[in-house]
């Protein structure tokens, strides 16, 4: 498809991949479906069929347990009836009856009674409880026979039988026709019941008979259980017998579930002949039936068997089978389902999916057939746009507008159609171009060169092939670039080293040819080729060589080269133009300056130069001409200036000797002021010295203070030692008041004695009451020496008081002596201060003087320098007189002479800055020669100018 | 330690013919007075052995000489505070009875001598414990003393004692 040159038709494409693509899907789903079918089918049967098996296995099993037992309560009902009384004492009556009572034949006679004249019908001949014999056996039935009844009827027995030692049936419940015969010579010989007789009267154990047809019983299939009756000294008495129903049978082999649909549960024997009646089946089918099956050889094989087979009647069945012993014989419980019940659900599945299947696949295969159309419209009719495109037509990709993969592509496919319009368009481009253009590959092989190219190989083809006489320029492409890189001497030999445009020159006879070498590299920045522009560069070497002759001649100031050389380049024809052209102009001009300068400095200011040019030749013409002009004024003023000067000189003349007679004024007057201050200097002294004196008096009175504050001290310690002394007499009174009261006390208690010894104690209380007086006085004694010594402490307090007061007071005294010698102190070091102001001033007043001699003898040099100074004036007066000035230069020097006298002062005012000049201009020799005159006339007014600052300033 | 205390009158004395002599004490400014016969001894405040669980005016035991005598302060008897006892307090010590007790007083003032009429009774105004505790009033020139009655005061206890 990517292929424009393979048509194949649109149509028949588009349906090729419509229904390829449909019948794809279609397929694809068919299968799936099919898969998914045949595994539900498989899944389901399967199913069912697990189902089935356990529910038969299940079943089976419950029949097999339901036949078992159901012998097994056979055996132990017969073996309960024939161990109980219930069956024993009938058995001993009834068989005692039958051997005395009826003589030759009670068989005949019990027949006649019980059978033919039993008034009920066959089927309800138990119900007759007594025959009417009148017989003692009677009497005997008629005791036992409801108790019987009751346990056949009860037990679900069809029949109980009692049977004597000899053989003959001495009792039955049902009376039916094997009642009151023997059943081993009698007609009963060989059946189930004679047998199980037999075994049992020969075992004395228990006997189950096999399922036999039996006569009395419509020879109808019979099953029969015996045990034998014993006395209790074991002798044998007789056998009680049982004939089982059938329906019970079947019954406990169907379980209690009861039977399902189709389904048949049924007894065989080891010889496949039936056990049991199939109700579904008419007629008797146990013992006449056969069922010979695999799976029932392998039952009876292995205990169990279950799988498919052929079922009773022929149909195809799953069965299931277990064995059971029954008696002496090995019988199979089976149950079998019909396949074709049990399967129906599956198979109802299967036809229901295929039903969903068919419209379903209808819908698939319409649904994969538009989708697919939807792609393959879009693309079959972009690739007939594109062959369309492919062939050189103009026309818009179809599906642009689409948002799958599909539009994508159609956008893709329109811009390499646009890229593809531009790359030929640029080629175009190219092969019109003026300049030779050659391309190349990433290995040198030519790819391209156009038309100017190829003029150029043309034009040069002699001098290429004069290196390469192979050379052909018309099958270049797809050449090496080899042979025309080779022409430049083998500057780029390696077109892998070039990281950038390189320049190479090429000389092909008499032709330079400047080749310039490009790299170039695609989106991903690897090198796809080498683009090489060509370009005959002959003419502008030989200009370039002129110009930079020209050049360098005009560097080094030569401006008379011209360059002579044509060139039919606008550009550098006018370059050349324009530097012969400057050339011209800046010889000129500078010639004229050349000459103008000249007439200068031969003293010649009034020459002026020609005006008529522009930029920097007229701003340098003018600044010359400027300078011619400015040069001439300058001159005519310095002329002017000397007049002035010379008149200034005779001024300052006439001051100086002003000044120095004012300067001995001043001196005279200085030298008073001189001899005022050594006086006061002389009284500041005789102050200090009194001061000194008054300091020493207040040293003095300072110590004498002090003296007395010690002074004041031991007074204190005295007084102190004072108060002591009193504390100890007052210690020592307290002592004589304590004896007194003791005393006291003594007398008390010798009046008290003396009251108790009566009369004779009368002397003795007298006594007792003068001890007790002078006691009294002793106390009161001491009390007044302690008051006095009260006294005196309070005044020694006082003493102490005051004592301490006039301490106080002379510390203060001292402290106003030390104040009054710090003032005296202070008053000395003023008058010292004052002392030396005094002298200061003195030392300044002799300075002032000395300074004042000095002007005076200053202003006297000045009047002889102004004298020199008019001397020097006229020389530089003679100096300017050389100079040709113009006339209005010369013009403002007269006006200004007029008001010289009046202005000299300003003048000087305006010179300050050479009167700052240092002083070392003073030191300068006062003869000079003559071109020195300026400096130091400059000096001299200099000098005046100072001295008259200087006295202003005093 | 006042003096001239008491001075009866000789008369009175001579005319009753029957005279006692009572020493008399001061507590506070008051003065009290107690047969001399009762009056064993007088003693200077010496510190006493306190005992537990006695009567708040009782200040202890003394020993005197052997004896064991309580001492009671008669300030804090007649309901006043405790007596700070210094170096002039005197303790009258004195029988009642069989018992020796001694009393704590301010100071001991003098020995008078009372004729028997001169006793005055104590005003019925007075409540029962201070007639019961003071036998009788004697005037003297300057004072009113009151005779304690000790038995009333402290005897009570060395009833229960004995």
């Known amino acids: 498809m990517s292929d424009a040159s393979q048509q194949i038709s649109p149509q028949r494409w588009s349906v090729s991949i419509t229904w390829k693509l449909a019948g794809m899907v279609f397929a694809t789903s068919l299968v799936a479906m099919f898969l998914i079918g045949a595994v539900a089918d498989n899944q389901s049967r399967s199913t069912a069929l697990d189902l089935t098996s356990q529910k038969l296995a299940n079943r089976t099993a419950a029949g097999r347990l339901g036949v078992k037992l159901y012998g097994e309560r056979m055996e132990s009902l017969v073996a309960t009836l024939a161990a109980s009384t219930l069956g024993r004492q009938p058995m001993i009556e009834f068989s005692s009856q039958w051997n005395e009572q009826f003589g030759i034949d009670p068989s005949a006679s019990l027949r006649e009674a019980y059978l033919d004249k039993n008034p009920h019908p066959f089927a309800q001949r138990d119900r007759l409880d007594k025959g009417d014999d009148g017989s003692a056996y009677s009497l005997q039935h008629q005791r036992h026979h409801p108790g019987l009844r009751a346990f056949a009827d009860s037990s679900g027995l069809y029949d109980v039988f009692l049977i004597d030692p000899d053989g003959n049936i001495v009792y039955s419940v049902r009376k039916e026709d094997d009642f009151a015969t023997n059943v081993i010579d009698g007609p009963l010989a060989g059946s189930g019941l004679a047998n199980v007789f037999l075994a049992t009267k020969e075992t004395r154990s228990g006997a189950v008979s096999p399922l036999q047809t039996y006569g009395p019983s419509e020879d109808a299939p019979a099953l029969f259980f015996a045990a034998p009756i014993l006395a209790d000294n074991e002798t044998f008495l007789g056998v009680a017998a049982i004939h089982v129903s059938r329906e019970k049978l079947q019954a406990a082999a169907e379980g209690q579930a009861g039977t399902v649909e189709a389904s048949r549960t049924y007894l065989v024997g080891a010889d496949g002949i039936l056990r049991s009646d199939i109700a579904e089946i008419d007629g008797e089918d146990a013992l006449s039936r056969s069922w010979q099956s695999p799976l029932l050889q392998q039952a009876f094989a292995e205990g169990r068997a279950l799988g498919e087979t052929v079922g009773i009647t022929g149909e195809p069945v799953f069965a299931a089978i277990e064995t059971v012993t029954w008696g002496a014989e090995e019988w199979a419980v089976v149950t079998q389902w019909e396949v074709d019940v049990f399967m129906a659900p599956a198979r109802e599945m299967r036809e229901l999916m295929l039903l969903f299947a068919a419209p379903v696949l209808a819908i698939i295969l319409s649904l994969a057939w538009l989708v697919s159309r939807s792609f393959s419209r879009p693309i079959a009719s972009m690739s007939g746009a594109v062959a369309r495109l492919a062939a050189g037509e103009l026309l818009e990709v179809p599906g642009q507008k689409r948002n799958d993969e599909l539009g994508g592509l159609a956008r893709a496919l329109t811009k390499i159609n646009d890229m593809a319009m531009r790359n030929g368009q640029i080629r175009r481009a190219l092969d019109g171009a003026e300049q030779a253009l050659l391309l190349t590959d990433a290995d040198g092989k030519v790819t391209y060169l156009n038309t100017a190219m190829c003029g150029l190989l043309h034009r040069s083809l002699a001098a290429i092939q004069a290196h390469d006489p192979h050379f052909d320029p018309d099958n270049l492409i797809g050449g090496s670039l080899a042979p025309l890189l080779a022409l430049d001497g083998g500057t780029i030999v390696e077109l892998a080293t070039i990281a950038k445009p390189e320049n190479t020159v090429v000389t092909l006879g008499d032709h330079a040819i400047r080749a310039t070498v490009s790299p170039l590299f695609d989106g991903n920045g690897i090198r796809s080729g080498y683009h090489i522009e060509w370009l005959d560069i002959s003419d502008q070497l030989a200009i370039e060589k002129q110009i930079d002759d020209v050049i360098g001649a005009v560097a080094t100031g030569d401006f008379s080269r011209r360059i002579s050389v044509e060139s039919d380049q606008p550009f550098v024809a006018n370059l050349i133009r324009g530097l012969n052209s400057i050339s011209e102009v800046i010889d000129d001009f500078l010639t004229e300056l050349r000459k103008t300068l000249e007439t200068m400095s031969a003293g010649d200011t009034t020459q002026r130069m020609s005006t008529g040019r522009t930029g920097r030749f007229l701003e340098v013409a003018e600044a010359t001409n400027s300078t011619m002009a400015q040069t001439g004024t300058l001159v005519g003023r310095i002329k002017t200036s000397s007049h002035e000067i010379e008149t200034a000189a005779g001024g300052i003349a006439a001051g100086a000797s002003d000044l120095s007679a004012r300067a001995e004024n001043q001196a005279s007057s200085l030298q008073q002021t001189a001899a005022t201050m050594e006086q006061l200097a002389a009284n500041v002294r005789s102050n200090a010295a009194n001061i000194e004196e008054v300091n020493a008096l207040a040293e003095q009175s300072s110590r004498a203070a002090e003296n007395g504050q010690s002074v004041v001290t031991n007074a204190v310690n005295a007084m102190t030692r004072i108060e002591d002394s009193a504390a100890k007499v007052s210690e020592i009174v307290a002592v004589i008041d304590s004896i007194a009261f003791q005393t006291n006390l003594l007398a008390l208690n010798a009046a008290v004695e003396a009251a108790r010894a009566g009369d004779a104690g009368k002397g003795f209380a007298v006594v007792a009451s003068e001890v007790r007086t002078l006691a009294q006085r002793s106390a009161d004694a001491a009390r007044d020496i302690n008051d006095l010594i009260q006294q005196s402490g309070g005044e020694v307090a006082d003493g102490v008081r005051l004592v301490r007061s006039t301490g106080t007071s002379l510390e203060e005294i001292a402290t106003g002596i030390t104040k009054v010698a710090a003032t005296a102190a202070q008053i000395a070091a003023s008058g010292r201060e004052q002392t030396n102001g005094i002298e200061d001033i003195a030392a300044a007043v002799n300075k002032l003087d000395e300074i004042t001699q000095q002007n005076s003898a200053l202003a006297d040099k000045s009047a002889g320098e102004a004298a020199a100074l008019s001397t020097q004036v006229e020389a530089l007066t003679a100096l300017t007189a050389t100079f040709k000035v113009d006339d209005r230069d010369a013009a403002p020097v007269a006006k200004r002479e007029v008001d010289l006298d009046t202005d000299w002062q300003d003048f000087a005012s305006k010179r300050v800055a050479v009167s700052k000049t240092d002083p070392a201009t003073m030191a300068l020799p006062k003869s000079q020669t003559s071109p020195a005159a300026h400096a130091t006339a400059g000096a001299a007014l200099a000098t005046v100018e100072d001295d008259h600052e200087d006295w202003s300033e005093f | ?162």
Do not use: C
């Open chain 2, 1 to 162: 330690m006042t003096e001239n205390l008491v001075e009866i009158s000789d008369d009175a004395i001579e005319a009753t013919g029957k005279t006692k002599q009572y020493v008399t004490f001061l507590v506070g400014d008051r003065v009290y007075a107690v047969d001399i016969v009762m009056v064993r001894e007088i003693k200077q405040w010496s510190a006493t052995t306190g005992l537990p669980n006695q009567p708040s005016y009782t200040r202890g035991v003394l020993n005197l000489r052997g004896t064991i005598v309580p001492v009671h302060d008669l300030r804090a008897r007649f309901g006043g505070p405790l007596t700070e006892p210094g170096e002039t307090h005197v303790v009258v010590i004195v029988n009642i009875g069989e018992q020796t007790v001694g009393v704590l007083v301010d100071a001991v003032s003098d020995i008078v001598t009372v004729a028997a009429g001169e006793i005055r009774p104590v005003p019925a105004t007075a409540s029962e414990l201070d007639s019961s505790a003071i036998s009788g009033l004697v005037n003297t020139n300057d004072h009113m003393v009151a005779l304690i009655n000790l038995p009333a005061l402290f005897a009570v206890p060395a009833e229960a004692t004995a």
